[in-house]
């Protein structure tokens, strides 16, 4: 039965602006499950439900976003695809030139991913600034985001 229930609510939060528990357990018994504001709590925090900010403002009841590494790349192709102008490296820096105003987002998605040796990131309006541990790192690195900006845009054509 509780798997059932658990089921029924990852249902309805999916297709419905669920806001409250109330809500939750009313819409719960209109699908037949009967249930007490305890075992509602309790599957939310079995589920790992959390509540999200509306565009209008208001919370609602959701799946936590996860990515996975696929889904990161992804981005990062996405971001690339529209973004970098170039790629180069010094010693254990590497540089990457942006359109004006997009340098922050290739660094989320470049803080997104799990690159070995990425000590940490600095982004201004157009450029990023890549601190590796090593000069062998920072010349893998930039030549992997080189590749990766050149597919994108490959695959845009």
Not at 85 to 104: E, H, I, P, Q, T
Not at 117 to 141: H, N, P, S, W
Request: charged fraction near 25%; include cysteine.
């Amino acid at each position: 039965m509780k798997s059932k229930r658990q089921e029924k609510i990852l249902s309805i939060i999916q297709h419905n602006t669920v806001t409250t528990q109330e809500e939750l357990q009313l819409r719960l018994a209109e699908a037949g499950f009967h249930a007490t504001q305890a075992t509602i709590s309790r599957d939310i925090r079995e589920l790992r439900l959390v509540k999200a900010l509306s565009p209008t403002g208001g919370h609602y009841y959701t799946l936590p976003v996860q990515k996975q590494a696929d889904a990161v790349a992804l981005d990062i192709d996405f971001v690339f695809l529209e973004s970098i102008r170039s790629v180069d490296f010094a010693g254990n820096f590497v540089v990457v030139k942006c359109y004006a105003g997009m340098a922050n987002a290739v660094c989320v998605a470049v803080d997104n991913g799990s690159w070995e040796g990425l000590v940490g990131t600095i982004a201004g309006d157009d450029t990023i600034f890549l601190l590796l541990r090593t000069q062998r790192q920072a010349e893998e690195f930039a030549e992997f985001l080189k590749a990766t900006a050149a597919k994108a845009k490959a695959s845009r054509k």
